[in-house]
């Protein structure tokens, strides 16, 4: 998407509580109109505060942010008109679900119809039609979450916030929670900014995802390709279940490198992060692009593994290895008749093609 496409645009921003540690730092980022944008990370890694200073609640140290070609730097958070979604829903307690919702718009003074009609349209998106009348404490965590997403969406911003908003449901709900967020981003085309921790959610709900670490953008891209193509050991530890291998680049040739891990085993991978011939490396692969007793020629890197342990998750089995010395390399086996026999205890040649194994940078510990 071109500049122009930009809603949302952090310039070079920063962020310091105390006037020398930086818990943001020097961050360019833009969100598309209409985009589902996610900051993923862990605790502590700066993405609630960037949320925050575009909401207003917490001012920026250093840098601008532009929301639809203006700088919103000094515009108090009531007057950005973006909506929010917090964690702990935040509804007044004392009123109905209808009042609720009325609330923003009459602060806008809009007259009684158009709120009457902004209120209906917007509890019938979130499918709480009849539940109008009742209070918040007469609704399960789930629907006071949807009451709490169809408050931000109830005066029509052009963006909305949400912080770690499924954080306090249950597994089940949490995930059905998913679907009906994207469902409506989806509907309404608004523009989402979404904060979380939680890797799997990220990957289900956004167009893009921003992964943070220690105050800075780690890698932005598509579910897929944060997956599929991490461009750093961060990224393909956060992202996902990972088999990492620790070894020394000893041969390049064009974009594959030679690696030769602990016991001497000489592995092949695709270069993506290292420093070159004679610098150690960190081999990421997924657990699902690794096959079992691999067909002659069909892998560009074979190796025994012993197995410790299988465990039986329906559509596929999951099994625990000793590969390269390494007790907890994951293997993802197709639930299929020819691996039916495998025991704990057996001995297996394991195997993966060089472009599937990532040569990374060691994470530093």
């Known amino acids: ?27 360019n980022l833009d969100a598309h109109r209409g985009e589902f944008l996610t900051m993923l990370g862990p605790s502590g890694s700066g993405k609630t505060t960037c949320l925050m200073m ?13 929301l639809d070609g203006t700088s919103i730097n000094n515009v108090p958070p009531h007057k950005r008109n973006i909506g929010m979604v917090f964690q702990n829903y935040a509804l007044f307690p004392h009123m109905t679900v209808n009042e609720n919702l009325a609330f923003p718009l009459q602060v806008r003074k809009m007259s009684k119809s158009a709120i009457e009609d902004h209120v209906k349209k917007v509890l ?67 523009t989402v900014v979404y904060v979380t921790h939680d890797q799997s959610e990220a990957l289900t709900m956004s167009n893009r995802i921003a992964v943070f670490d220690d105050g800075i953008i780690q890698q932005l891209a598509a579910p897929d390709v944060l997956y599929e193509k991490p461009e750093n050991a961060f990224v393909a530890q956060f992202i996902g279940e990972n088999n990492t291998l620790f070894g020394k680049v000893i041969g390049l040739d064009g974009d594959i490198c030679t690696v030769e891990v602990e016991g001497g085993e000489k592995l092949k991978a695709l270069s993506v992060n290292i420093q070159g011939v004679g610098f150690e490396t960190m081999i990421s692969l997924r657990p699902e692009r690794v096959t079992v007793n691999p067909e002659s020629g069909q892998c560009s890197s074979t190796v025994t593994g012993k197995v410790k342990e299988l465990i039986y998750l329906g559509d596929h089995i999951r099994s625990r290895m000793n590969v390269c010395g390494h007790d907890d390399f994951i293997v993802k086996i197709p639930n299929s008749a020819d691996h039916a026999q495998l025991q704990p205890g057996d001995t297996v040649q394991v195997g993966w093609k060089a472009e599937d194994a990532r040569a990374l940078d060691v994470p530093v510990s």
Do not use: C
């Open 1 to 27: 998407m071109s500049k122009s496409d930009s809603y949302v645009s952090f310039q070079s921003v920063q962020k310091s509580y105390d006037g020398e540690t930086l818990v943001v730092k020097d961050l």
């Open 54 to 66: 575009l909401a207003g609640f917490e001012t920026v140290t250093h840098g601008e942010i532009i």
């Open 124 to 190: 019938d998106l979130v499918q709480l039609g009849a539940f109008g009348n009742r209070r918040p404490m007469q609704l399960s965590g789930g629907q006071q979450q949807r009451v709490a997403v169809a408050r931000a969406l109830v005066f029509e911003p052009k963006l909305v916030l949400m912080d770690e908003p499924l954080g306090a449901l249950d597994k089940q709900l949490r995930e059905q929670m998913q679907y009906e967020i994207k469902h409506i981003h989806e509907n309404l085309e608004v």
